[in-house]
T-cell receptor
């Protein structure tokens, strides 16, 4: 099993450009999350999904959109990138077994720089 | 002020030392996680606990629900333990984790 994978690993954008980050998991997990990690701050939740076809806003959703068309994939889009979106982005997934909160499995991260 | 506070922010230890990292939070939780992030960036889950104590190898995690406090202990520390250790909590009634800012641990040979 590959676990949680993220594409791309690195990207440099100019202000105003758009891009999509892809997260894929092969563990049949229901829940998927997108986080950003910035120096001196804890991981912050951007958007999350509790199942195929569902999405919800997290702590810092502005400037991002997401889609979960297939259970195994969770896409994060930046429509018009801004320097404030320079960050390391992590995807995570977990099972949704009722009554149990299981560990989150994290992808390797995507380092995005917006100039 | 972060809802999840970790201390210390930075820690340097000599190989073999006993290490303690602390985490405190503000309101009732249903679970607390300890995570490890290595310099390459990958994040792995070490423990998830809601009460008592868990042990895995040289790592021990404890939680005191009444005091809203958890500790991560590393016994017989080794340079390969050098990493950022992150505490995260799930508040009651949510599906989301709130993360601390992490503790950067460096274990010197």
């Amino acid at each position: 099993n590959a676990g949680v994978t993220q594409t791309p690993k690195f990207r440099v954008l100019k202000t105003g450009q758009s891009m999509t980050l892809l997260c894929a998991q092969d563990m049949n997990h229901e829940y998927m999350y997108w986080y950003r990690q910035d120096p001196g701050m804890g991981l912050r939740l951007i958007h999350y999904s509790v199942g195929e076809g569902t999405t919800a806003k997290g702590e810092v959703p502005d400037g991002y959109n997401v889609s979960r068309l297939k259970k195994q994939n969770f896409l994060l889009g930046l429509e018009s990138a801004a320097p404030s979106q320079t960050s390391v982005y992590f995807c995570a997934s977990r099972t949704g077994l009722a009554g149990v909160y299981n560990e989150q499995f994290f992808g390797p991260g995507t380092r995005l720089t917006v100039l | 002020k972060n809802e999840v506070e970790q201390s210390p922010q930075n820690l340097t230890a000599q190989e073999g030392e006993f290490i303690t990292i602390n985490c405190s939070y503000s309101v009732g939780i249903s679970a607390l996680h300890w995570l490890q992030q290595h310099p390459g960036g990958g994040i792995v889950s070490l423990f998830m606990l809601s009460s008592g104590k868990k042990k895995h190898g040289r790592l021990i995690a404890t939680i005191n629900i009444q005091e809203k406090h958890s500790s991560l202990h590393i016994t017989a520390s080794h340079p390969r333990d050098s990493a950022v250790y992150i505490c995260a909590v799930r508040y009651i009634g949510t599906n989301k984790l709130i993360f601390g800012t992490g503790t950067l641990l460096a274990v010197q040979p």
